[in-house]
């Protein structure tokens, strides 16, 4: 990103008082009068205080008679305002000018704190960790040190003695008032557990509550009990908490296809924007005690992070034979400090079965694991998919015959994996039907392996036999799978998201769900299969594949830190803000970008593009809302190629207010040339 310019003044044109103390009395007072509308859950009387108290406060910070004391008064509370505001980057350098003018100043440790935990966000852990120290050291018994320390003990590899305090009782109530509770989120800020059909009285869900309430307690949120039935009474209570990050907990005969396509369609409807309004993942396991070891496991990377090491990688490919690349990380999981192999299972040769063992022994060291192929809920086909398309070598689905091998499908089970001891890694499949736990809907992506049907039909797998179940029991970390058919492009974004960002894992997956929501324009049509109904075919199928991916984890795990795309990628964005708005320039390398394809779009003969999400609140545009877009773009010797608008559409997300612009064009055409592609956006 380009260095942020001055932010635009508000639009709000009310009198402004001519005497510099009464300038900053009326600045402080719209600022204060932000509070109980926040308290109230009312964000458009919380911005029209914030945006009057910006106005205000920049005055005085302009008058030439304004004392140093109220410079210091003035420039505090605006760093507090930008930073309410969604406006972080703008808010830290503000502290930064604050803390260098003033590092004796009442204010001082409450000002290192939150710098410290900008710091921390952004992975500059050694810069964060000398703030923290020096917060301790100077103001250690204030409400400030059991934060400080919090978050110290996090960044030394140790275990925190117990979360955070959150909310009002964090820090105390002058503190409070002063940052108007616009303080860059703890751990648990906003955080929901939601139980599903668990019951305190039900001996089999004691580890599940358990995991729960430990997941709750370690981010300092609510547990809520939810019966898994009543949608109404779910997105009340996401509309009144308004939760950045949510976590549902339930065994795994709850967790199926239809309650998560359903989660997800109500997650899309909180706030009027197009997008998903909360990350969420979900925790499982064949067991209580195997749902208390997951979130034991989950806390675990959370303190090593961000992780480096091994990245592993395993695919299966036609070709005649099996290979094997030692080292075959991409160029960003490079630059974030990993390695690894990546192993291709062939489907023609034999040879694949000593590839496999191989494979299996490095991946018990592997931070992370990466599948990619075909597939069903019991293991990774290492035949020939085309077998689908044979209706003569089919059979009519029966639960005893499912997975039936007369030798010609020869498959990669999940009891395999059982026999593996896993160091927590993260993983991701884009095997179709991989993160099925219990309920699988028999559809025709596996009619192979699990039979036809002229009916939905639901078969129900036993732990043994489920992929994700096995993966988890072998001791991953988390999962980013497919309950049902999906693209395996799918991992290679989510991967790329991840890295360029340094995302947490719920807004990794929820990339996803954006990107189908996006290509949908919001109106997204998703089938919810009824046992026994006839089949739906009303969904853009490769929609309904992007959002059958699920994260089973916690959304709030950020297991990476972000990377310079710049000097590790083939494609580099530049936004900067311009008198009419912003403009937005790709650079983008010759060569394959797994972004690139439009994959859930419907034009296909316009399927490749340039996407970019751009954050309003950096180039101080977070008031805007209504935008147009043009988009050139030309070959490295100036020839034009032809790119055309597809999408401009804003995205109000956990504080941020973000613009999605999306340039498409002819895949034949445009695939694997370099281009430079930009964005020219008015804001209205």
Known sequence: MAPTPP?????????????????????????????????????????????????????????DD???AQ????????????????????????????????????????????????????????EAKVLYERVLRDDGDSTLGAPSRFYLEQLRGGRPAAPPPQG????????????????????????????IDLAADRAADAGYLAAAHAAGAFHGGDVWAWDGEDFGSLERQLRERGPENVLFVARPERLDLVLHRRILLLSAGIDDDWFVDFAFGYL????????????????????????HGVWWQASVTSNAT????????????????????????????????????????????????????????????LFDDRRNLDDKLHWDYAADRVGADTGSMPRLLAARFRELTLDAPILWSGTCHSGAVCRVFVEADIVSTFGRTARTTVHRLAPRDSLALSWLAAGAASLLV??????????????????????????????????????????????????????????????????????????ALRPFAAVDSAAAAAEK??????????????????????RAWDMYGQDRDRDYRALVRVDLGALGLQDRTDFDARVSAHAPGGAPLPYAMQRAAVEDHAGHRFLHLQANGPRARLDREAATIVFDVVAK
């Open 7 to 63: 932010a635009q003044e508000p639009r709000a044109q009310e009198p402004v008082p001519r005497d510099t103390a009464s300038l900053l009395a009326d600045g402080e007072g719209r600022f204060a009068s932000a509070v109980p509308a926040i308290m109230q859950g009312s964000p458009a009387a919380e911005r029209e205080h914030l945006l009057a108290a910006e106005r205000l406060l920049r005055a005085v910070l302009a008058r």
């Open 66 to 68: 304004a004392t140093p």
């Open 71 to 126: 410079q210091q008064r003035a420039m505090f509370y605006l760093a507090a305002t930008l930073s309410r505001l969604g406006r972080d980057d703008e808010s830290f350098a503000l502290e930064t000018r604050w803390l260098e003018r003033f590092p004796d100043g009442s204010e001082a440790s409450l000002v290192r704190y939150y710098m410290a935990d900008h710091l921390r966000r952004k992975g500059r852990l050694d």
């Open 168 to 195: 009002r009782d964090a820090p105390d109530g002058s503190v409070h008032a002063k940052r108007a509770v616009m303080a860059p989120a703890a751990p648990g800020a906003r955080y929901l557990v939601v139980a």
């Open 284 to 307: 499982t396991a064949e067991d209580g005690a195997a749902c208390e070891r997951l979130w034991q496991r989950i806390v675990t990377v959370h303190r090593r992070s961000p992780l």
């Open 322 to 381: 099996s290979l094997e690349y030692a080292d075959a990380a991409s160029a960003l999981a490079k630059a974030a400090g990993f390695r690894g192999p990546h192993y291709y299972y062939s489907t023609a040769n034999d040879d694949r079965a000593a590839l496999i063992e191989r494979s299996l022994a490095t991946m018990r060291s592997a931070s992370v694991v990466e599948f990619t192929g075909c597939g069903d809920p019991q293991g990774i086909w």
């Open 482 to 555: 497919p309950l049902g058919a999906n693209h395996g492009m799918s991992v290679a974004m989510e991967v790329d998201f991840a890295l360029r960002n340094g995302a947490s894992l719920g807004e990794t997956i929820q990339s996803t769900y954006d990107d189908v929501l996006l290509a949908a324009q919001g109106r997204l049509v998703l089938d919810l299969p009824v046992e026994g109904e006839p089949h739906g075919h009303d969904e853009a199928v490769m929609q309904g594949g992007g959002s059958n991916r699920i994260l089973i984890g916690d959304p």
């Open 573 to 594: 964005v530049t936004a900067e803000r311009t008198e009419a708005g912003l403009r937005v320039t790709v650079e983008r390398a010759a060569g394959w970008q797994p």
